[in-house]
């Protein structure tokens, strides 16, 4: 493969580091990294202008651009994982006894209809609670990464002017995905949500994964072996962070790292597995609920979804 400098945006994390510092250096290409204020402006400039030859993207917003023809391929290599029981507060004045309370109410979504956290976050209220989720109006306070999708009915906007914070604290919303509000009235949904997250990993490897990597399909398709050489350098990278953080050689663990070691201690296990075999289960998950949901019109196969060379590949 001759020398390519591919443009590249992805957040600096425990796992991505060694790549962005230059400790581990792919063969035969060079990432170019820019660096944004937040990684969800990289996802709107892939999906809307592909503004780089490789992202971080969120799960579901690659799901929906897919389905739309969008032209970026993932590869099994995923970023973030994150439990979200935590993620949905409700206002505690309203009588909400239980998750199946919300239907025939209001319920906030922070941004847009189709981003992960609150893709999981309802799945989990329909898998685990048993909400039915088309009794709901969901009220974004902001609008779709891919601008082409069409939410289903039961979406709305809100009001121009008017913030999600408020509307949860006056009662004018039962609830909210993805706010961060201190009010007296404003509690989660889900008590002792953290420890809920890690019983159902515990219980059913429940383990949702929030961001993959995508290439631009003009270069997949120009260097065969591209998916692979990538693929490895995040792997290395990925090998050196986990080695570090399973021998508590990590100075000032983040909240992050815990987590991760939290999951280490559960499972036993590498806490970000990345390949398509560790990983079948929450991919399949992710998808139902994205069908589920409206996000998509049926789910693909997988091997439709990750780039041809990276379908074996594990690490």
Request: with cysteine; hydrophobic share 45%.
């Amino acid at each position: 493969m001759a020398e390519l400098k591919l443009k590249t945006a992805i957040q600096s994390l425990g796992h991505t580091i060694a790549l962005k510092d230059g400790r581990v250096r792919p063969q035969g290409l060079d990432f170019e990294f820019e660096e944004v204020p937040a990684i969800i402006q990289a996802f709107r400039r892939m999906v809307r202008g592909r503004e780089f030859d490789i992202s971080e993207m969120a799960i579901t917003t690659y799901l929906c651009a897919r389905s739309l023809g969008h032209r970026f391929t993932a590869l099994p290599i995923f970023l973030v994982r994150a439990f979200h029981h935590g993620a949905i507060v409700h206002n505690t004045t309203l009588g909400i006894r239980s998750p199946k309370d919300l239907e025939g109410r209001k319920v906030g979504v922070n941004r847009g209809y189709t981003v992960t956290t609150g893709v999981w976050a309802r799945g989990l209220l329909a898998d685990q609670y048993g909400v039915d989720l088309a009794k709901i109006t969901w009220v974004l306070s902001g609008d779709e990464h891919v601008a082409e999708y069409r939410a289903p009915a039961n979406v709305v906007a809100i009001e121009k002017g008017r913030k999600l914070e408020d509307l949860l604290a006056s009662g004018e919303i039962a609830a909210a995905i993805g706010v961060t509000l201190d009010h007296p009235d404003v509690q989660p949904l889900i008590p002792d949500a953290a420890a809920a997250g890690y019983a159902a990993l515990a219980a059913s490897g429940y383990y949702p994964i929030n961001h993959t990597l995508v290439v631009r399909d003009e270069l997949l398709e120009a260097h065969p072996g591209l998916a692979r050489e990538i693929f490895e350098a995040f792997a290395e990278a990925k090998r050196r962070y986990v080695e570090r953080l399973g021998q508590d050689r990590i100075a000032e663990p983040s909240a992050t790292d815990q987590r991760y070691r939290r999951v280490m201690a559960i499972t036993g296990a590498d806490p970000l597995p990345y390949g398509l075999a560790p990983n079948r289960q929450m991919i399949e998950m992710v998808m139902r609920y994205a069908v589920e949901q409206g996000i998509i019109g049926h789910s693909p196969g997988l091997e439709e979804l990750f780039a041809r060379g990276s379908h074996e590949l594990v690490a």
